[in-house]
């Protein structure tokens, strides 16, 4: 199995994307620590990898990963728990829809808080732990994978601050491993297309808008959680062992048509 005696946290895991790769991320053999604001949804997850295994993996830590403190918090209990950390998913996100004239200054921060600035903190606080498991424990499959989004390649309809941070997470992705090179850690990020999880249902609910987007997208559908969580596994695993600084998009050929 690709992930075993692999300490694995993932971000966002309650649901949609998160929720597929902590589930793929436990079935390949990973120890994986769900982390996210709402405890219930965390514990869902958590319930549901446990049930398939002999042995639990999952575990959950309540967190708001924008929060400085809380990420704290969360490095000092992987560090004492586990002392070392293997693979980092940075994958809670989400937006707001509005246009650039009517977006307040709230809403900006709020999603450049929530899409970047987490990704930034939990990279720094998180990835002292990968980088002193990394000194001492000596080079293993380290690696973070950051989700970025389609829309950091090409601004999405009423969502500009969205875009913005999402461009920013895959150009910060390349900075991180850049720098974490140094420690023989990876970093990569994700470019998921539109796929059906709890952040876009809304939006799928409206025929007019699904019938836009499999016009728009070459493969004529929206993806699943599971497509995007097999390409962040795929990043996160020794197999991508010589890429670092890349963007995985995974659109369903968005791009292309
Ligand atoms: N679905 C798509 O079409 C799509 C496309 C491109 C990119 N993405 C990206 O994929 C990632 C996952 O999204 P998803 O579609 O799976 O949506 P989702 O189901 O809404 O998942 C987002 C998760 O992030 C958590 N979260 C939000 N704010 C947080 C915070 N401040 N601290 C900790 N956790 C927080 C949420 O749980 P709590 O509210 O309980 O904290 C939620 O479980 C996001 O980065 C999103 O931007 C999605």
Redesign the pocket.
């Known amino acids: 199995m690709r992930f075993n005696e692999t300490i694995a946290v993932v971000?966002?895991?309650?649901?949609?994307?998160?929720?597929a790769t902590a589930k793929q991320l436990a079935k390949e053999g990973a120890r994986v620590i769900l982390?996210?604001?709402?405890k219930s949804?965390l514990e869902r997850v958590a319930q549901e990898i446990n049930d398939t295994l002999k042995i639990p993996s999952a575990e959950v830590f309540a967190?708001?990963?924008?929060d400085e403190e809380d990420v704290r918090d969360l490095a000092n209990y992987v560090k004492d728990t586990y002392g070392d950390l293997h693979v980092l998913v940075n994958?809670?996100?989400?937006?707001s829809h509005n246009k650039i004239l009517k977006l307040s200054i709230e809403d900006w921060d709020a999603v450049q808080n929530?899409?970047l600035r987490?990704v930034f903190l939990v990279s720094k606080l998180l990835g002292e732990v990968m980088v002193k498991g990394s000194q001492s424990n000596g080079v293993q499959n380290r690696s973070v994978v950051n989700?970025?989004?389609?829309?950091g390649h090409k601004a999405g309809a009423q969502i500009p601050h969205?875009s913005a941070a999402?461009a920013a997470v895959i150009n910060f992705t390349r900075a991180l491993a850049n720098e974490f090179s140094h420690y023989g850690i990876r970093a990569n990020s994700v470019?998921?297309?539109?796929?059906?999880?709890?952040?876009?249902e809304q939006g799928l609910q409206n025929d007019k808008f699904v019938d836009a987007i499999k016009r728009s997208t070459a493969l004529k559908r929206v993806?699943r959680?599971e497509e995007?969580s097999s390409v962040i596994c795929f990043a996160a695993s020794k197999e991508a062992s010589y890429m670092t600084g890349s963007d995985l998009l995974a659109d369903g050929g968005w791009l292309i048509v």
């Open positions: 971000t966002g895991a309650g649901s949609g994307i998160g929720e982390v996210g604001r709402t949804k967190a708001d990963v924008t994958n809670a996100g989400g937006s929530v899409n987490s989700v970025a989004s389609l829309s969205y999402k470019s998921p297309g539109f796929v059906e999880t709890p952040l876009t993806g959680p995007i």
